[in-house]
């Protein structure tokens, strides 16, 4: 895995966005997900998120900081006690069938307990549950995490009714078509319900945290903390809001248009990789093997990289050109959301 300050990026990139380039590659149908942004208001002012660091042994981002969520169970399409904002109007919001819509916005809400212990659910359309640390609650838990449990038969047997209105959405992004592993995922604003705290049960976490958006984004920016392009992004996002309430506020106005990278081949059979109205994450990957160098400057300067490197290959010093573009900022971290 690479990574460039706090972005990481696969190192089977390269080879895999030359394969979808050249036609070589077949692109993996990616899997539906939810993924939420739990908030909740600081004694300093403004919201903090609750995150979590993903293991570094995960197969998909390991080692990277995310939200609570994961994929869609096909069980998740099952009737549910459902509060809020009717199937209709959850499928305009999201851009989906009311039958997509509802299993994704049930996946939101059963992937929150699962990796955070909270449940945004509760015995009628006005109250939410409150104390859910006990044994009893763990084990259902552990039992939806396990697949044992579909959400419907939970919130069934507990007589609960899942709170949509607790949900605003926020943003979709789906995987790159070179990627080996595909999502499709909405991301959601909630706020920390009243009664309730966060737990370190996620299996696939080492470390869970709250962070003010400003300061997760510094860690970023400082490469201290990896974060894929979706999870800064929707960090960003949070910085104009004071409070939990400002931002869940300014759902019902999101662009959730999905956001879907670009691979293309430039005249000199070099990669260009860009995420359509975010500039920053642009990278330039060369013809030939290396490490993927930070692509911050315009395309005239890439061009102009280029020339020089050209007259450095007719001096006989190519590779010292290579090594030189950007040493520090390309370093290894640990297997790769």
């Given amino acids: 895995m690479t990574r460039t300050d706090g972005q990481m990026f696969p190192a089977s990139w390269p080879d895999r966005i030359r394969a979808l380039t050249s036609g070589e590659l077949v692109p993996v149908t990616p899997r539906r997900a939810a993924t939420v942004l739990l908030l909740r208001d600081t004694d300093a002012g403004g919201p903090a998120v609750h995150m979590l660091r993903r293991r570094a042994s995960m197969a998909f981002a390991g080692g990277a900081y995310a939200y609570p969520g994961g994929g869609v169970d096909p069980r998740d399409e099952r009737p549910v006690g459902?509060?809020?904002?009717?199937?209709?109007?959850?499928?305009?919001?999201?851009?989906?069938?009311?039958?997509?819509?509802?299993?994704?916005?049930?996946?939101?809400?059963?992937?929150?307990?699962?990796?955070?212990?909270?449940l945004l659910a509760g015995p009628d359309p006005e109250t939410v549950v409150a104390d859910i640390t006990g044994a009893d609650w763990e084990a259902d838990r552990a039992a939806l995490a396990g697949h044992q449990l579909s959400?419907?038969?939970?919130?069934?047997?507990?007589?609960?009714?899942?709170?949509?209105?607790?949900?605003?959405?926020?943003?979709?992004?789906?995987?790159?078509?070179?990627?080996?592993?595909?999502?499709?995922?909405?991301?959601?604003?909630?706020?920390?319900?009243?009664?309730?705290?966060?737990?370190?049960?996620?299996?696939?976490?080492?470390?869970?945290?709250?962070?003010?958006?400003?300061?997760?984004?510094?860690?970023?920016?400082?490469?201290?903390?990896s974060m894929l392009p979706p999870t800064v992004t929707t960090l960003r996002d949070l910085?104009?809001?004071?409070?939990?309430?400002?931002?869940?506020?300014?759902?019902?106005?999101?662009?959730?248009?999905?956001?879907?990278?670009?691979?293309?081949?430039?005249?000199?059979?070099?990669?260009?990789?860009?995420?359509?109205?975010?500039?920053?994450?642009?990278?330039?990957?060369?013809?030939?093997?290396?490490?993927?160098?930070?692509?911050g400057q315009s395309r005239d300067q890439d061009q102009d990289r280029a020339q020089d490197q050209d007259r450095a290959q007719d001096q006989g010093r190519a590779q010292d050109a290579v090594r030189s573009e950007d040493p520090d900022r390309a370093r290894d971290e640990g297997a790769g959301r």
């Avoid at 293309?264 to 060369?286: C, K, N, Q, S, Y």
């Fill in 82 to 118: 459902w509060a809020g904002p009717s199937l209709e109007a959850w499928a305009a919001a999201l851009g989906a069938t009311e039958a997509v819509a509802q299993a994704v916005v049930c996946a939101a809400v059963r992937e929150t307990f699962e990796e955070s212990g909270v």
């Fill in 151 to 225: 959400f419907a038969d939970f919130l069934a047997r507990r007589e609960l009714v899942l709170r949509s209105d607790l949900l605003g959405p926020w943003a979709r992004w789906i995987t790159p078509e070179f990627e080996e592993r595909r999502y499709d995922t909405w991301f959601f604003l909630a706020t920390l319900p009243a009664g309730q705290r966060t737990r370190d049960v996620s299996g696939e976490a080492d470390h869970t945290v709250w962070l003010p958006p400003a300061a997760a984004v510094a860690g970023y920016d400082r490469g201290e903390l």
């Fill in 239 to 295: 910085l104009p809001y004071a409070s939990a309430a400002d931002a869940l506020t300014a759902t019902g106005d999101r662009d959730l248009t999905p956001v879907l990278a670009r691979a293309a081949l430039d005249e000199h059979g070099d990669v260009v990789l860009t995420w359509p109205g975010h500039d920053e994450f642009t990278r330039f990957i060369p013809g030939t093997a290396g490490p993927l160098p930070d692509r």
